[in-house]
């Protein structure tokens, strides 16, 4: 039941911003910038994380949340050190992301040649 929840939940998430694209003139950067500000919003109102609890992956892994776990972050540091944790806890939280990201983006540009498009 947990891996139906969790497609369900993600695929839910994925819909709304397919909806977005196809019936909206918003660009998809907005549409990103959007995700994670709601995840960020939800996550520190305290809202994302019954829904964590719920699908698991299915939340966790679309842009909110990424948002949520920035949210998460700052609310533990700010818990641990006070108003500093505000600038450090979501660099903190999501440090292990950021540098997988930075990681993989090394690999492929080092094993594949940038190109140019044929028109």
Do not use: H
């Not at 829904?51 to 700010?78: C, I, N, S």
């Not at 292990?96 to 028109?119: E, H, P, W, Y």
């Amino acid at each position: 039941m947990n891996y139906l929840w969790a497609f369900l939940v993600g695929g839910g998430l994925c819909l709304i911003g397919q909806l977005l694209i196809d019936l909206t003139k918003l660009s998809p950067a907005r549409i990103l910038v959007a995700y994670v500000v709601a995840g960020v919003a939800l996550g520190g109102m305290g809202l994302y994380t019954p829904l964590v609890e719920f699908a698991g992956a299915g939340a966790t892994v679309p842009l909110t949340g990424f948002g949520y776990l920035l949210a998460d972050g700052v609310q533990k540091a700010v818990a641990e050190r006070g108003l500093l944790g505000i600038f450090t806890g979501g660099f903190t939280a999501a440090a292990a992301g950021i540098a997988a990201v930075v990681m993989f983006a090394l690999i492929v540009a080092t094993l594949f040649k940038r190109g140019d498009k044929m028109t």
